[in-house]
């Protein structure tokens, strides 16, 4: 490739060459994409790819083509299947030919989103705006494109303290400032949760998990308890985390009570809705999430649900002031002009702790708009029903058992045995190596469960249907060598 380019410059002296080989990738990815049923949706890299791409690094050039083949050998027969209409395991989104092109136009414009006077930031905001309407949330709300639900967590977790303890704990470090802060979250929480309690410095051990009831929710009267129990003992109970949809069973808790503890209590109140959120795309979901307009902040995935490619995730934030001082910082190099391009009036670094930030926001931007956000409504509904599917064939099955609630799109079952944890945890594994369905292992009230999160537009009642009878005809297979 090197001979090739111009100059110092990594760019093409003539582009024919260059042109002929992405059109040709991009053929093949389209040719991956259409063909994606026919493959296995799992198989495990084999030691002779591992091994071809373990290589010295590369000082020398090869041929784009000759990468691209390697590309195609090596590492794209052997992803995560997360795209494959059988994958049902831990939750995780489908992606889709359109936010593919995004993504490459994305990378095109190779723009950095942290700040400055450009487009790229005009579509982020323009996302914020979509987002904090369909959310509920005030004209004034800001809103921040991170990573994953992890990220936007902890960023709500530290404006929280912010609001807490005031701006000034950036200077001064909790230890200063001597305040005993606790957090409160059901049991059911994501567990990203408790990390982010112990990356802002407040330790793990200050986070409560509530217990949960019969449906996987927040027990109110606990959590009172609890809040009044850590007052009573000098502490300051800061922040309320509720969860719209579950990571184990996709419970949603009860929002408007909840947000009724946090004003009575004067705590924070942030929304965990990683998958869950986007139920407010489909009509007939919405009402289950009545209460999330009183959040005051709402982190989310839009690679879920929302089909984006990975990753996309949302962080909104009620007050925007607060939002601000949690991360703004005065700088010489980061000074913002009057015009020219420092200029600009909002500035995502002063939102987060990312300086370097790609254009996220572009391929979220261009699902909306080639799909429409009603149409990935509908693919939250068929998930929905898919899994109401899977349910009622579960519990007419009378050797497979439901092991917990099916509020949204998961479903906990096993396949019944006097051995049922560690059968059901070899069913899992037979189920990734036979490549059909892959659905994931989970512990539901101590017990072990085949989880399938129905979270991919391309899963169909085949697909379900497909898990069903592999978990039947490998339980009875495992009775039958029991038996002999
Ligand atoms: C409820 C919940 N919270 C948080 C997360 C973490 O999200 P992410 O993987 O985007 O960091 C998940 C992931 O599935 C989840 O289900």
Redesign the pocket.
């Known amino acids: 490739m090197q001979d090739k380019c111009s100059g110092g410059s990594l760019d093409p002296t003539g582009w024919r060459d260059l042109r002929r080989d992405g059109h040709r990738m991009l053929d093949d990815m389209f040719d991956h994409l259409e063909t994606l049923r026919d493959q296995p949706v799992w198989r495990a890299p084999p030691a002779s790819q591992v091994s071809a791409i373990r290589e010295p690094l590369p000082r020398a050039p090869t041929e784009l083509r000759d990468v691209h083949a390697q590309f195609m050998r090596s590492i794209l027969p052997y992803s995560s299947g997360n795209a494959h209409p059988g994958f049902m395991g831990?939750?995780?989104g489908g992606g889709t030919p359109v936010g593919m092109l995004a993504d490459m136009l994305a990378a095109g414009m190779n723009a950095n989103v942290g700040g400055r006077d450009h487009m790229a930031i005009e579509v982020e905001r323009q996302m914020t705006a979509w987002t904090r309407d369909l959310f509920g949330f005030p004209r004034t709300a800001s809103g921040l494109f991170v990573?994953?639900?992890?990220?936007?967590?902890f960023i709500g977790v530290l404006v929280a303290r912010t609001r807490a303890l005031g701006p000034p704990v950036r200077d001064r470090g909790l230890a200063a400032i001597g305040r005993h802060l606790t957090a409160y979250t059901s049991a059911a929480?994501?567990g990203?949760?408790a990390r982010a309690m112990e990356m802002a410095g407040l330790g793990r051990d200050q986070l409560r998990l509530i217990s949960v009831d019969g449906a996987h929710r927040i027990r109110l009267a606990a959590l009172s308890q609890a809040i009044a129990r850590d007052r009573a003992s000098g502490l300051t109970p800061f922040l309320l985390i509720g969860?719209?949809?579950?990571?184990d069973v996709g419970a949603i808790d009860d929002l408007p009570a909840l947000a009724g503890i946090a004003a009575a209590e004067r705590l924070h109140f942030h929304i965990?809705?990683?998958?869950?959120a986007l139920a407010m795309l489909a009509p007939e979901l919405a009402p289950l999430l009545a209460g999330i307009e009183r959040a005051d902040s709402l982190?989310f995935?839009w690679?879920?649900w929302g089909q984006v490619p990975y990753?996309s995730?949302f962080l909104l934030v009620r007050d925007e002031v607060l939002h601000r001082q949690t991360f703004a910082a005065d700088a010489a190099y980061l000074r913002r002009a009057e015009r020219g391009l420092a200029g600009g009036d909002w500035w995502p670094c002063d939102y987060g702790p990312d300086l370097s930030r790609g254009f996220r926001a572009l391929k979220t931007w261009f699902t909306l708009k080639t799909y429409g956000a009603d149409a990935i409504g509908r693919v939250v509904a068929n998930t929905v029903a898919l899994a109401q599917r899977l349910a009622a064939r579960v519990a007419a099955e009378p050797e497979l058992e439901l092991l917990g609630p099916v509020p949204l799109n998961i479903v906990c079952f096993g396949y019944r045995s006097a051995d049922a944890d560690r059968l059901n945890a070899e069913i899992v594994a037979d189920l990734h190596e036979a490549g059909r369905v892959a659905p994931s292992l989970t512990t539901v009230g101590g017990r072990t469960a085949i989880r399938a999160a129905i979270v991919n537009h391309r899963t169909a009642a085949e697909d379900v249907d497909a898990l069903v009878t592999s978990v039947l005809a490998l339980g009875r297979a495992a009775r039958v060598l029991q038996d002999a």
């Open positions: 831990w939750v995780q990573t994953g639900t992890s990220a936007a967590n929480a994501h990203c949760i969860t719209v949809g579950t990571v965990d809705g990683a998958f869950g982190a995935d690679h879920k990753d995730a």
